[in-house]
């Protein structure tokens, strides 16, 4: 499976880090970056966030959904000001609670 394709997985990885970037989020170090570069920020398009965040809970990425949740927590307290991700009408909070590892199903 693509987990197990070290060259796939290499992209996949820089992909999220230069999408977090983009945002101004240090992925690796979990941070804001700062100073921002011209066209670096927050864009207001949850729903780009909670796909990356689902994502990387698919792929059992523990330490990149760590950090992307904790950026999202920034964001909703400071961008946002308290409100919640949505696309539309939409509520995608649920980016917010996803844990990994992943329960494992039990054999009954």
């Given at each position: 499976?693509?987990?197990?394709?070290?060259?796939?997985?290499?992209?996949?990885?820089?992909?999220?880090?230069?999408?977090?970037?983009?945002?101004?989020?240090?992925?690796?170090?979990?941070?804001?970056?700062?100073?921002?570069?011209?066209?670096?920020?927050?864009?207001?398009?949850?729903?780009?966030?909670?796909?990356?965040?689902?994502?990387?809970?698919?792929?059992?990425?523990?330490?990149?959904?760590?950090?992307?949740?904790?950026?999202a927590r920034e964001?909703?307290?400071?961008?946002?000001?308290?409100?919640?991700?949505?696309?539309?009408?939409?509520?995608?909070?649920?980016?917010?609670?996803?844990e990994l590892p992943?329960?494992?199903?039990?054999?009954?």
């Amino acid at each position: 499976a693509l987990r197990n394709d070290a060259e796939w997985l290499e992209g996949y990885h820089e992909a999220v880090r230069l999408a977090c970037a983009a945002w101004g989020w240090d992925l690796d170090q979990a941070c804001r970056i700062s100073p921002l570069e011209k066209g670096m920020g927050w864009t207001d398009w949850d729903v780009r966030l909670a796909k990356m965040c689902r994502s990387v809970y698919l792929m059992e990425e523990e330490e990149l959904l760590t950090s992307l949740q904790k950026f999202a927590r920034e964001l909703q307290e400071n961008e946002k000001e308290g409100k919640g991700f949505f696309y539309g009408t939409i509520c995608l909070d649920e980016l917010l609670y996803f844990e990994l590892p992943r329960a494992k199903p039990t054999d009954e």
